[in-house]
C-alpha cells in the first residue's frame, strides 16, 4: 500500500494538503523547520496514498512511497 512521506523542510505551513485530504490523515506540528516555518505531518494509519497531497501541494513537501 502507498503512503505519503513528508519533507519538513519544504514546507510552508499553506495549509493546502490539510484541506484537501479526503482522511483527514494531515496535521500541523509545533515544530519550525529551518526556514522558520511550522510544518505538516501525516498520519500513517489513517493515509490511504491517494496522493491528492502530492498534487495539490505547491512546494514538493509530498512523496509517495510503495510500502
Do not use: R, W
Not at 498520519?43 to 505547491?58: F, L, N, Q, R, S
Request: proline share 4%; hydrophobic share 35%; with cysteine.
Amino acid at each position: 500500500m502507498s503512503k505519503s512521506v513528508v519533507n519538513p523542510e519544504n514546507c510552508k505551513a499553506c495549509g493546502l494538503c490539510m484541506a484537501s485530504c479526503p482522511k483527514q490523515a494531515i496535521s500541523m506540528t509545533d515544530e519550525i523547520n529551518t526556514h522558520g516555518y511550522k510544518h505538516v505531518q501525516v498520519d500513517a494509519e489513517k493515509c490511504i496514498g491517494c496522493g491528492i497531497c502530492y498534487t495539490v501541494c505547491p512546494d514538493a513537501v509530498f512523496t509517495i512511497t510503495a510500502q
